[in-house]
């Protein structure tokens, strides 16, 4: 018999919650096959099997929380089930799709989703079918009334403590400002074909929003800094968090020294991280710390919001939706792509005067991205 425990999770990290189990009691498995997940406060880490045999018994349900070390579930080994014996499996099922075949697909819906046996209900349907109105009669299911209680995941659990953590502790402010991704958007018409076969990634907004942040960040240290007790702690480098969202939340995967990355590496590493958030595959090590962060709202739709800082960050910026609005350009009206920008921060550390200058710094690089050398 083989055990399988709850491994290291982390550091500082002694507890998770027991997520989806991919196997049921009795199941065969094979070495290396997904069994459980486990949720921390950070990550969603995939626990498999060491051995090949039966799953015999699970010690730890879902939703249930578990430490280190301890037992989820054990494994008797030995050989798993014979061809013979997975292919009665696979008739049984069959059989069992078999017999609701006759039922229309909205009724279809209604069987899967509640594990109804069909055979215990009379149809009064033509030929004796069985349609919706005798499952809503005769099982008591309402088709318009349901609820659903699940409960919160400990990710989202613990994005609800840090957002409000961070409004009871943090004085914070928002600020915004507009930009014109006229130039921008020239460029990347222009330039994207070479960019993408030269580096094998789309050139894309992002980079630039963190290469003005970064700029603006250099001239506004403030910005960057973070507060400790009675002590502000200038941060000399830019670890610049940029902000995901995922089916179990939003999470903030970090770029360290973004400030060395070219547009390229920018995009690429954004990529990834992106991809293993939402696989649920980040290390602790790429959601500790940073600098600063960065949200996109706009990808959802979003026209303006004050977007939470993340603490013990001290400051955070909030892109949106692009909208095609009439500006006046020297006197005259022209219709431009505009972005309304907000920038929110700690004012306990930071004065409005210091997270003005930032804001307009960031519209400057972004409206004027000639400042930046794409090569690379």
């Known amino acids: 018999m083989s055990e399988i425990k709850v491994p290291p999770l982390g550091e500082s990290v002694a507890e998770a919650t027991v997520g989806k189990w991919h196997k049921k009691e009795g199941e065969a498995v094979r070495a290396e096959e997904l069994l459980v997940e486990l949720e921390t406060d950070k990550i969603t880490l995939e626990v498999t099997a060491e051995v090949d ?13 578990v430490k280190v070390g301890d037992i989820l579930c054990s494994i008797k080994e030995g050989a798993t089930s014979t061809p013979k014996e997975e292919q009665a499996k ?7 799709i078999s017999s609701v075949d006759n039922l229309s697909p909205a009724t279809r819906k209604i069987v899967a989703e509640n594990d109804i046996d069909t055979s215990r209900i009379s149809g009064s349907g033509k030929n004796g079918r069985i349609i919706k109105g005798d499952l809503l009669e005769k099982s008591h299911i309402s088709g318009d009334r349901t609820e659903e209680r699940v409960k919160m995941s400990r990710l989202r659990q ?69 507060l400790e007790g009675d002590t502000i702690i200038y941060k000399k480098y830019y670890d610049i ?24 590496e920018i995009e690429n590493e954004i990529a990834i991280l992106a991809k293993k958030a939402r696989e649920g595959k980040l290390s602790m090590d790429e959601l500790t710390g940073g600098t600063f962060s960065i949200t996109n709202g706009g990808i959802y739709g979003s026209l303006l919001s004050t977007p939470i800082i993340n603490p013990p960050q001290s400051g955070i910026l909030g892109m949106h ?16 792509p505009m972005m309304y920008i907000a920038l929110s921060y700690d004012h306990r550390i930071i004065d409005g005067k210091d997270a003005v200058t930032f804001l307009s710094k960031v519209k400057e690089y972004v409206e004027n991205p000639e400042i930046f050398c794409l090569v690379g």
Do not use: H
Request: charged share 25%; aromatic share 6%; no cysteine.
């Open 53 to 65: 045999g039966t799953l015999s018994a699970i010690k730890a349900k879902e939703g249930s929380a």
């Open 90 to 96: 696979v008739s049984a099922s069959v059989d069992k």
């Open 158 to 226: 613990r994005i609800a403590e840090r957002l409000k953590e961070s409004q009871n502790t943090a004085a914070i402010l928002t600020t915004f400002n507009e930009v014109d991704l006229s130039k921008i958007m020239n460029l990347r018409a222009k330039f994207q074909d070479e960019f993408v076969k030269k580096n094998g990634v789309k050139l894309g907004f992002m980079s630039f929003f963190v290469k003005a942040v970064i700029a603006a960040l250099k001239e506004n240290p403030i910005v960057n800094a973070e």
């Open 241 to 264: 968090g940029v902000a995901v969202g995922t089916d179990k939340g939003l999470v903030v995967p970090i770029l360290r020294d973004a400030d060395r990355f070219s547009f390229a």
């Open 321 to 336: 939706n692009i909208v095609q609005r009439p500006v006046a350009i020297e006197g005259k009206v022209e219709i431009r």
